[in-house]
């Protein structure tokens, strides 16, 4: 699934097509109405967390990638599109496997781009604020609340909780203030060390605990479980992340 920083490059890679006029929409997507894309130029494509925004002046469309959506620019997969749109330079924006919904025009009254890791809005202390109104959260749901961290992803949530020494049951409301502080500034910190990793093809290389099995501080089997509300994969040192409850 893509996380907050693979949708920056996305912007990066289609960055091309603002300005450009759509001139095909198709897809097996039954959400919106595609036709209504023909003929429209793109104003703006921005991101908020795993939200790919697409701007038209007659629509706009959110590209949601859920668990297992993937995107191709300029190629195809061998399945048929949720949505496909042709651009009058010859390029092509493919988007597989996600949700494709119609939005309100106005995105800015509809997004809280402070609470998106990757943006220049990012506002650290109104994260902490609202991690103190949920104490007994755990540490791996709310690394994972989009209200708080949009954009993080699993993978981001088991490298920041190593980076910290925090076990993924601890609750938020028993962190000490210092913990609390560093979960937020890691979780932007990493997702921007995430997206040097990826431009790079080197992030799976940087992994410490996310789909490990030793811990490389204390060198002994990582535990792995399904752990919270969200029941996603965790992976954790028993003996250097501590459990605060």
């Known amino acids: 699934m893509p996380e907050g920083p693979s949708l920056v490059i996305l912007k990066e890679q289609t960055a091309r097509f603002v300005g450009q006029e759509i001139v095909r929409a198709d897809g097996n997507t039954g959400a919106i109405d595609t036709a209504r894309l023909v003929g429209q130029p793109i104003v703006a494509l921005r991101t908020w967390g795993k939200h790919f925004l697409i701007q038209t002046p007659a629509m706009v469309v959110r590209i949601h990638f859920l668990l297992f ?26 988007f597989y496997a996600c949700s ?16 998106d890791v990757m943006s220049d809005a990012w506002d650290p202390a109104k994260a902490r604020k609202k991690l103190r109104a949920a104490p007994g959260t755990l540490a791996c749901d709310a690394l994972l609340d989009q209200d708080i961290f949009a954009g993080v992803g699993n993978i981001i949530k088991n490298e920041v909780l190593f980076r910290i020494r925090v076990h993924p049951l601890s609750t938020v409301g028993a962190l000490p203030p210092a913990k609390l502080r560093a979960l937020v500034q890691e979780a932007r910190q990493y997702s921007f060390d995430f997206l040097e990793w990826k431009k790079a ?30 029941n996603r994969r965790s992976f954790w040192c028993e003996r250097c992340q501590k459990l605060y409850t």
């Not at 993937?70 to 390029?91: I, M, Q, W």
């Not at 494709?100 to 800015?108: G, H, Q, T």
Request: charged residues 30%; glycine residues 6%.
């Open 201 to 230: 093809f080197t992030l799976k290389q940087h992994w410490l605990a996310h789909n490990k099995k030793m811990c490389p501080r204390c060198h002994i089997p990582f535990h792995k479980a399904h752990l919270g509300r969200t």
């Open 100 to 115: 494709v919904k119609e939005i309100d025009s106005d995105i800015d009254a509809s997004y809280d781009w402070a609470a």
């Open 69 to 94: 959506g993937t995107y191709r620019v300029n190629e195809r997969r061998d399945k048929p599109p949720r949505l496909s749109l042709g651009f009058a330079d010859g390029g092509e924006l493919n």
